[in-house]
C-alpha cells in the first residue's frame, strides 16, 4: 500500500482506537459494578428461597427445641449451591443453632467473614418473634464470573476495534482511489466533459479547478516559452517541432502585396493594414500558402495559371494565392456587408450599422469562394487554417464541414461588442455559428473574449464552460482566449539616424529644425478619432497660442474604403477641419496641421515616428492598434511620448503611455501639453519600460502562443480520434 493511503488510513484507525479504549476504560467498571450487583441480587432472592423452603420445619424445631433436628435442617439445606452455612439465632441475639461449615467470625450482630455474604431473615409466627435465621453464602464466583465476563468484554472490544479499523482502512484507502482517479480525471482537463460527469462530491469544485489550472496553463505558456525568445527561427523550430511541419494556410481578405500598374510600369505594394503588419512576418516564417482577395489593377498578370505566385518578392519565403471577386461581389462582402455592417457594429464609434439582404447574401458567397480555395489549396486532409478577421466569420464552419480534421484558428482583429450591441444583426446566429467551426478562436483581449462568450450564451443553444473558456456546439469545442497581437520588432542596425530623421522629415514638411512635430498615422477611418484629435490640437493652441507657429501636428492619413459614403464625409469632413484650424491659427512659419491623405511605405513611417516628438493615437474604439507599438519600436533613441486613446486595446499594455479619452478634447489638449513640456529623463523612463514591453510581447509570440495552442488541441484531437476508433473497432469485434 502505498505510505499516502497508510496515513490515510491512521487517520481513520487512531481516532477509532482511542474512541474505543476510552468507551472500554468506562464501560468495564461500570458492567463490572453491574454483574455484581445483579449476581448479590441472586444470591439474596436465593437466600429467601432456602428461607421459605425450610420455615415450616424450622418454626417447629424451634418451638420444640430439637437441637438434634434443627443441625440436620441446616446441614441438608446447606448442601445446595453457593451456600455455604446456615445459622439460627434466638430473640436474645445468641448462635443457637449453626451447620458446621458456618464460619467462626460469624454472629448474630452481624459480623462477616471474607467472600461472604450473610442475609438474616426473621422468623416469626404469629406475630411472635422467633429468631433470625441466618445464611451465608460464597461470593467467590461472583469475582470469578466478574473476571471472566471483563476479559470477554475486552475481547470485544478489541475485536470490534479490529474490524472496524480494517473497514475503515479499506473504505479510506477505496475512497482515496476513487477520488484519484476522479482528480485524475477532472486534471487530464478533458473540457469536452462537463462538470455533470465528475462525482458528486467534485462537482463544487470542477469549476474552481478547471478555471485555475485554464489560468495555470497561461502562465505555464508565458513562462516557458520566455518572450524574450520569440524570434522568427524560434517561430519555425516550434512549427517544426510542435506541427511536425504540418501545412500552414492563411486566409484574409487583405493581401500582402499588392501589384499595381503605375505610369513606371508594374509597382508592388505594401497595404496599409494592422492585419497585414502582423501576419505578414509569421508566414515568412512558416512558408504556407496565404490565400486573399487579389485587388491591384495588376495582380492578374503577376500571377500563374493557378492564380498563385512567390512572394515577397525581393526574397520569396511564401505562396500567394490569389482570389478574384466581381465588382459585385466586392461591393455586397466587403464593403456592403463587412464594412458598413459588421466593423461599425463591432466598433462602438457611433456610426450606426447597415444590414441589406444582398450584401449578406454576397457575403455567404465569397465565404464559400475562399473556403473552396482553402480545400483546394490545401495538400493534407488536417491543415492548419489560421482564419484573419471579421470578413471571414462563415468561412470556418464551410470548411470543417469539408476537412473534419483541419484545425482552424481565427483572429477577430477588431473589438468584439457587447451582446446587446451584437445582437441587432440580423444574422447573428449564422455569424456565430460560423465562428464555432473554428478550434480555436482569438481575440486581442480579455475583455473580447467575454464579450464572444456572453453573446453565444445569448444567442445559441451551447455549452459554455466559462472557466476553460470553451464552448461546445453541435459536437464541436472551439477555444475562446485573448492574444494581444503586437508587430516584429525592427532591425535597429538598419534604421536611420534619428537627427537624420529629424531634420529630413522638417525639412520636406517645410518646418524649421525646431519646430515640435505630434504625429498621427491612421487609416482614414472613422473609428481613430481623427477629427477627435483635431479639435484637441484645435485647443492647445487655443490655450498656449505661445505655441502657435511653434508646433505642428503631422496626420498621415492612409485613404480606406473610400467608396463608402461615410468615409467620403469623413475625408471631407477631416481635410474642412484642418483647413479651418489652420485658418485660424494662421502662422507664416507652419500650419498648425499637416495632412497628408496618402499611402507611405515602410521606411518613410519609420522616419516619421523617429522624427517626431509625440506620436497622437486616439481611437475612439480599436482593436489593439499597431500605430503606438510601431512607434515605440522605432524609438531606440528613448525618447517621444506615446498619448493614447483608453479606447484601445494597446492602452492594457502600454500603461508608460498618456491615457487619455478622446472624446475629451481638454484632456487631449493637456496631455499634448504635458507631452511637449515633458523633461528628457521621464521620457526615457517611460519609453524604456514600453519598448521592453513591445519587444518581448512581439508579433511571433502572438503567432507562437496561438500556434501552440492549436498544437496542444491539435494532439488531443488525435488522441480523441483514436480512443473513438479503438471504441468503434472493439464494439465491431464484440458484435
Ligand atoms: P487597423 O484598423 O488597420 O488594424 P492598426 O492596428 O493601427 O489599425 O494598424 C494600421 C497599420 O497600417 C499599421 O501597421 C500602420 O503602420 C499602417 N498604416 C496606417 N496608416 C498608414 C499610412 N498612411 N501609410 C502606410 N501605412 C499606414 C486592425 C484593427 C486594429 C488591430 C489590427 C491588427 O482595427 O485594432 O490592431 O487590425 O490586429
Keep these: 500500500m502505498p505510505i499516502r493511503p497508510i496515513q490515510l488510513s491512521l487517520r481513520f484507525i487512531l481516532p477509532l482506537a482511542l474512541v474505543i479504549a476510552l468507551s472500554a476504560l468506562v464501560l468495564l467498571p461500570l458492567v463490572d459494578d453491574l454483574t455484581q450487583r445483579w449476581f448479590l441480587r441472586d444470591l439474596d432472592t436465593r437466600a429467601h428461597m432456602v428461607a421459605a423452603s425450610i420455615r415450616e420445619p424450622l418454626i417447629d424445631y424451634v418451638m420444640l427445641q430439637d437441637a438434634d433436628a434443627m443441625q440436620d435442617l441446616l446441614e441438608r439445606a446447606a448442601i445446595d449451591g453457593h451456600l455455604l452455612a446456615l445459622g439460627f439465632c434466638d430473640v436474645a441475639g445468641y448462635l443457637r443453632y449453626r451447620s458446621s461449615a458456618l464460619p467462626q467470625q460469624i454472629n448474630c450482630r452481624g459480623a462477616s467473614a471474607s467472600a461472604t455474604r450473610i442475609n438474616q431473615i426473621a422468623l416469626e409466627e404469629n406475630g411472635i418473634a422467633l429468631g433470625k435465621l441466618l445464611l451465608a453464602q460464597d461470593t467467590r464466583f461472583i469475582q470469578r464470573r466478574s473476571d471472566e465476563f471483563g476479559f470477554y468484554l475486552t475481547l470485544v472490544f478489541l475485536l470490534m476495534f479490529l474490524v472496524i479499523s480494517a473497514l475503515g482502512a479499506w473504505i479510506a484507502h477505496w475512497s482515496w482511489n476513487g477520488w484519484v482517479s476522479a482528480l485524475k480525471n477532472l486534471l487530464r482537463f478533458d473540457t469536452a466533459l462537463p462538470a455533470s460527469s465528475a462525482p458528486p462530491e467534485f462537482r463544487p469544485l470542477v469549476g474552481n479547478l478547471r478555471a485555475m489550472l485554464h489560468q495555470m496553463q497561461i502562465e505555464r505558456r508565458v513562462q516557458l516559452h520566455s ?403 510601431e512607434f515605440i519600436a522605432a524609438r531606440d533613441d528613448e525618447l517621444g511620448v506615446l498619448i493614447l486613446s483608453q479606447f484601445t486595446g494597446a492602452a492594457r499594455e502600454l500603461h508608460e503611455a498618456l491615457i487619455i479619452n478622446p472624446y475629451h478634447i481638454e484632456q487631449g489638449a493637456q496631455a499634448l501639453y504635458r507631452a511637449l513640456t515633458m523633461p528628457a529623463a521621464e521620457q526615457r523612463e517611460r519609453m524604456r519600460s514600453m519598448r521592453t514591453l513591445v519587444r518581448d510581447f512581439n508579433v511571433y509570440r502572438w503567432a507562437g502562443l496561438m500556434l501552440l495552442d492549436a498544437a496542444r488541441l491539435r494532439r488531443r484531437q488525435r488522441v480523441t480520434e483514436k480512443i473513438h476508433s479503438h471504441s468503434r473497432y472493439s464494439l465491431r469485434r464484440a458484435v
Design 227 to 629: 518572450p524574450q525568445a520569440w524570434t522568427p527561427q524560434k517561430l519555425r523550430a516550434l512549427l517544426h517541432d510542435e506541427l511536425a511541419g504540418d501545412e500552414v494556410l492563411v486566409v484574409s481578405n487583405r493581401e500582402p502585396y499588392i501589384h499595381e500598374r503605375s505610369e513606371q510600369g508594374i509597382v508592388v505594394r505594401r497595404p496599409a493594414s494592422g492585419l497585414v503588419t502582423a501576419v505578414e512576418p509569421v508566414m515568412r516564417a512558416c512558408s504556407g500558402t496565404w490565400i486573399a482577395h487579389g485587388s491591384g489593377t495588376a495582380d492578374r498578370v503577376t500571377v500563374d495559371v493557378h492564380d498563385r505566385l512567390q512572394v515577397p518578392p525581393v526574397r520569396p519565403a511564401y505562396t500567394l494565392r490569389r482570389v478574384w471577386l466581381t465588382n459585385e461581389e466586392e461591393e455586397g462582402y466587403y464593403y456592403g456587408f463587412s464594412n458598413e455592417g459588421l466593423w461599425p457594429l463591432c466598433h462602438i464609434a457611433h456610426v450606426r450599422p447597415v444590414f441589406r439582404t444582398a450584401d449578406w447574401e454576397q457575403y455567404v458567397a465569397v465565404n464559400q469562394r475562399f473556403a473552396d480555395a482553402v480545400i483546394t489549396e490545401a495538400h493534407t486532409d488536417d491543415p492548419v487554417v489560421l482564419v484573419q478577421d471579421y470578413h471571414f466569420a462563415l468561412l470556418p464552419r464551410m470548411v470543417r464541414e469539408k476537412l473534419p480534421k483541419a484545425t482552424l484558428i481565427m483572429f477577430w482583429h477588431i473589438p468584439w461588442p457587447n451582446p446587446e450591441s451584437f445582437g441587432i444583426c440580423p444574422w447573428r446566429e449564422e455569424l456565430l455559428e460560423g465562428l464555432l467551426g473554428n478550434t480555436l478562436l482569438g481575440f486581442h483581449t480579455p475583455f473580447h473574449c467575454k464579450n464572444f462568450l456572453e453573446t453565444v450564451d445569448r444567442y445559441l443553444e451551447t455549452r459554455i464552460e466559462h472557466e476553460a473558456s470553451t464552448i461546445s456546439y453541435g459536437g464541436d469545442l472551439t477555444q475562446v482566449e485573448p492574444y494581444p497581437i503586437s508587430i516584429a520588432w525592427p532591425d535597429a542596425d538598419t534604421a536611420p539616424d534619428v537627427v537624420q530623421c529629424r531634420r529630413e522629415l522638417r525639412e520636406s514638411l517645410h518646418l524649421p529644425q525646431d519646430h515640435r512635430i505630434a504625429l498621427g498615422v491612421d487609416r482614414l477611418d472613422y473609428t481613430k478619432g481623427i477629427v477627435e484629435r483635431f479639435q484637441a490640437v484645435d485647443r492647445l493652441l487655443e490655450l498656449r497660442p505661445e505655441l502657435i507657429g511653434r508646433f505642428s501636428l503631422f496626420q498621415i492619413a492612409a485613404p480606406s474604403r473610400s467608396s463608402l459614403d461615410e468615409y467620403q464625409s469623413l475625408e471631407a469632413r477631416v481635410r474642412k477641419l484642418a483647413h479651418q484650424i489652420n485658418q485660424r491659427y494662421s502662422n507664416p512659419t507652419a500650419p498648425s496641421i499637416v495632412l497628408r491623405i496618402e499611402h507611405y511605405d515602410a521606411d518613410q513611417l519609420a522616419t516619421c515616428y523617429r522624427a517626431a516628438d509625440i506620436c497622437l493615437v486616439t481611437s475612439l474604439h480599436d482593436g489593439m492598434n499597431l500605430v503606438a507599438k
